[in-house]
Nanobody, 126 residues
Framework: QLQLVESGGGLVQPGGSLRLSCAAS????????IGWFRQAPGKERERVSC????????NYADSVKGRFTISRDNAKKTIDLQMSSLKPEDTAVYYC???????????????????WGQGTQVTVSS
């Protein structure tokens, strides 16, 4: 069974930090680019960050550049998203996803991602 499971979400005050983690199982993680997406109620799902299969290339949405950092450990089959200086507008359900179609570059199209986690809630509020 192919699975991605997110963890690490929660409630944090503005300016705080959280580290999200995505654990993969059931497939060869190093063959996939990994994206982090988020979705707030009533809004489109957006790509927050991505990392290519090799880890040589990363990408970030303009809204999170300088605040979020994506990393991967293919041996451990984990992908992390370190989030700092959090803002209320970062509130959303965060998902990790694996892209086997464009594994050597970061796709911004959610349709390119084959596997998705269940999501973890991040709430930034005072």
């Amino acid at each position: 069974q192919l699975q991605l499971v997110e963890s690490g979400g929660g409630l944090v005050q503005p300016g705080g930090s959280l580290r999200l983690s995505c654990a993969a199982s059931g497939f060869t993680l190093e063959r996939y680019a990994i994206g982090w997406f988020r979705q707030a109620p009533g809004k489109e799902r957006e790509r927050v960050s991505c990392i290519t299969r090799s880890g040589r290339t990363t990408n970030y949405a303009d809204s999170v550049k300088g605040r979020f950092t994506i990393s991967r450990d293919n041996a451990k089959k984990t992908i992390d998203l370190q989030m700092s200086s959090l803002k209320p507008e970062d509130t959303a359900v965060y998902y990790c996803a694996a892209d086997g179609r464009s594994a050597n570059y970061c796709s911004g199209n959610a349709r390119d991602y084959d596997y998705w986690g269940q999501g973890t809630q991040v709430t930034v509020s005072s």
